[in-house]
């Protein structure tokens, strides 16, 4: 599916970058697998650290204290900020709780949310890939990113 979501974005002239947390680059490094993708992507920032989702992707600080760095307001904020840095008709951001630590009972190890930004307008989403090791959680969330990309792009 990766080489399709490519072949769209080629079709569409649009250029991609992501800004990566809990996926530490693995969204970015799955799109480099396919051939041709070096017109299409940009920039991929692993913006690992609150302090770097602020600075360099314009997430506001009060909007992690509120809801957390676990949440669709900041993972709005993150694919919009890569997207206009990047001058990026698409951006791609995740932010989650890999494990096997870092869980609470309102989120929970293997929660995730999304942002995917599409010319001007930022979708997002959170989901639960529970009772999953560290790396199956990453795996299931670049599975998830690509597969509501396709759907965005096959629009």
């Given at each position: ?64 204290q ?22 990026s008709?698409?951006?791609l ?16 190890v293997g ?19 529970n ?25």
């Amino acid at each position: 599916m990766i080489t399709e979501i490519v072949n769209l974005l080629i079709e569409k002239k649009y250029h991609i970058a992501c800004a990566e947390s809990c996926t530490g680059g693995l969204v970015c490094a799955k799109l480099v697998e396919v051939p041709g993708v070096s017109e299409i992507l940009d920039l991929s920032l692993v913006t690992y650290a609150n302090t770097a989702k602020i600075k360099y992707l314009g997430v506001k600080e009060e909007d992690i204290q509120k809801y957390g760095v676990v949440s669709e307001v900041v993972t709005d904020q993150m694919a919009r900020g890569i997207a206009e840095m990047a001058k990026s008709e698409v951006g791609l951001a995740t932010s989650g709780i890999a494990g096997p630590g870092g869980g609470t009972p309102n989120k929970p190890v293997g929660t995730i949310c999304f942002g995917i930004y599409i010319n001007g307008k930022t979708y997002t989403y959170t989901a639960h890939f529970n009772n999953a090791s560290r790396n199956e959680v990453r795996n299931k969330s670049v599975e998830f990113i690509f597969n509501k990309l396709y759907e965005l792009l096959k629009v």
